[in-house]
């Protein structure tokens, strides 16, 4: 079974900047869309960011366009989410979502494995 492992998460100021990775084990995310979703307090989980198997195709949600961007490097098995000009409305638990198909999805519901999450934490 494929894991995937978020790590970059913490605190930071309204302004900032974090770098969020997502690594795999078990199958190389090498063939496969992945995507980044979070989850603030109270509320359900958002779609953030995605990206097709090569790189080449991503898409953003509205909140976070201009502000992140998402990219891979397939041969180290790691999907990265540059994330600029942060704001306290980004405070939510980032994870990482890995499907079995080669192009984007922006629904929760086509992705297979998931991490167990990194918090962010935007201070104003």
């Known amino acids: 079974q494929a894991l995937v492992i978020e790590s970059g998460g913490g605190l930071v100021q309204a302004g900032g900047s974090l770098r969020l990775s997502c690594t795999a084990s078990g199958r190389a995310l090498g063939t496969r869309a992945m995507a980044w979703f979070r989850q603030a307090p109270g509320k359900g989980r958002e779609f953030v960011a995605t990206?097709?198997?090569?790189?080449?195709?991503?898409g953003y949600a509205d909140s976070v366009k201009g502000r992140f961007t998402i990219s891979r490097d397939n041969a180290k098995n790691t999907m990265y989410l540059q994330m600029n000009n942060l704001e306290p409305e980004d405070t939510a638990i980032y994870y990482c979502?890995?499907?079995?198909?080669?192009?984007?999805?922006?629904?929760?519901?086509?992705?297979?494995?998931w991490g167990q999450g990194t918090q962010v934490t935007v201070s104003s």
């Open positions: 990206i097709n198997w090569s790189g080449g195709t991503t």
């Open positions: 979502a890995r499907r079995q198909n080669l192009d984007i999805s922006y629904s929760g519901n086509g992705y297979d494995d």
